[in-house]
């Protein structure tokens, strides 16, 4: 007598289930970076670029005075030059590696050179403005003063960037294109102009950007190098292993920290200026007219929106209600909501006397430029008649 055979389960959809593993393996194909990994020449790469000597030195010093000339011009196009040359982004890299591979030598290296370019650039930046005549602020220098959440989002992209290029058998070139999408140059040259200048809130806050950037390039090195599954370094010493496990532990506890406090903070600024903005377009858009300029100032306890008005437009009563709205979009500890900021201060600016003092050194200012093109026209003029 012959057994029955179990019967092989068949799924009631085999048309379905083959169309999402085709689907599937497509979005695989298409996205898989893992396929290809050039360990060893990643790693000799980046070590090679971590270390600072000889001409590498000089590269850093003539791209730091192309910047700051740049900046000092407010020449956009001279700044990305100087960002093209720049070797930065070797030690920055090196860091990122160093902590995924648990190569503790590596991280003392990469970290000893990130110090020395550091010093180097802010050394040099702080030269340049000193000898400069030209010390004025312009629009390039005070970008590198703020940090916004956008400044994370291209650190962290612009790592995974940079170390998933380098990391491939096919090496792809990103690695200028990330120096100057990170844009770590400018705010080292801006440090330095704040250094010269004595101007501390320039100094700290184009160091708060570098070090925002720098962090955040390196975190994404991290994660990439893990998700790689580079290889970790094997001690001989298990308890030197576990000795230098434990190095690396308090190095990222140390940066990590700060960095999760700055981004926090980077945040919720972007957050309380959604949220002016959303005030301002509800109650303050048919005064727009006669709104000449809105000056923002973020604080965790105390924020201040301060509005300058062309003109009195506006009774102490309607000034209470604007005030009174505050809490509605956020902006105070009164509101039922999540809160950014404890309290902000409202103040309109209407004193029409300042306005005019204003509009007088505008005129002031657009009659010197008359005549100072007036007699560049006459002296053109009279050389051509000399001729």
């Not at 070797?90 to 991280?107: A, H, R």
């Not at 709104?291 to 201040?304: F, V």
């Not at 309290?343 to 006397?353: D, G």
């Amino acid at each position: 007598m012959l057994e029955d055979k179990p019967k092989e389960k068949t799924s009631r959809f085999p048309e379905k289930e083959n169309f999402f593993e085709t689907i599937s393996n497509f979005f695989h194909n298409m996205f898989a970076i893992s396929q290809g990994t050039d360990v060893k020449g990643t790693l000799e790469t980046i070590k090679r670029d971590i270390v600072f000597r000889g001409r590498s030195i000089w590269i850093l010093i003539a791209s730091i005075f192309i910047a700051s000339i740049g900046l000092n011009q407010d020449s956009t196009a001279v700044v990305i030059g100087a960002m093209l040359i720049s070797p930065l982004m070797g030690p920055i890299l090196g860091m990122g590696l160093s902590v995924g591979t648990n190569d503790w030598e590596t991280l003392k290296k990469a970290f000893k050179f990130f110090l020395i370019s550091v010093a180097i650039s802010i050394i040099t930046s702080t030269i340049y403005f000193l000898i400069t005549p030209l010390k004025d602020i312009n629009s390039e220098l005070f970008a590198r003063t703020q940090p916004t959440l956008l400044d994370v989002l291209v650190g962290i992209f612009g790592g995974i960037a940079g170390i998933v290029a380098i990391s491939g058998k096919e090496k792809w070139n990103v690695i200028p294109g990330v120096a100057i999408a990170t844009a770590l140059m400018p705010p080292l040259c801006t440090a330095g102009y704040g250094l010269a200048t004595m101007q501390m809130s320039f100094f700290l806050g184009a160091l708060y950007l570098f070090f925002i950037n720098s962090v955040f390039i390196s975190l994404s090195t991290f994660i990439v190098v893990k998700y790689l599954r580079f290889p970790l370094m094997n001690y001989v010493n298990p308890q030197k292993e576990r000795k230098i496990r434990m190095y690396i532990i308090i190095f990222v506890i140390i940066v990590i920290l700060p960095s999760a406090s700055i981004f926090w903070n980077v945040i919720k600024e972007s957050q309380f200026n959604y949220r002016v903005k959303k005030f301002t377009d509800d109650n303050l858009k048919k005064y727009k007219s006669e709104i000449i300029y809105t000056n923002i100032n973020y604080s965790d306890t105390l924020s201040n929106i301060d509005i300058y008005l062309a003109d009195e437009i506006f009774t102490d009563a309607q000034i209470r209600d604007f005030q009174e709205k505050l809490p509605l979009y956020g902006l105070s500890k009164k509101s039922s909501g999540i809160t950014v900021t404890d309290s902000t201060a409202l103040v309109f600016h209407q004193e029409k006397t300042n306005i005019d003092t204003l509009v007088n050194k505008i005129d002031n200012l657009g009659e010197a430029i008359q005549n100072k093109l007036r007699v560049g026209i006459l002296e053109d003029i009279y050389k051509k008649q000399e001729n």
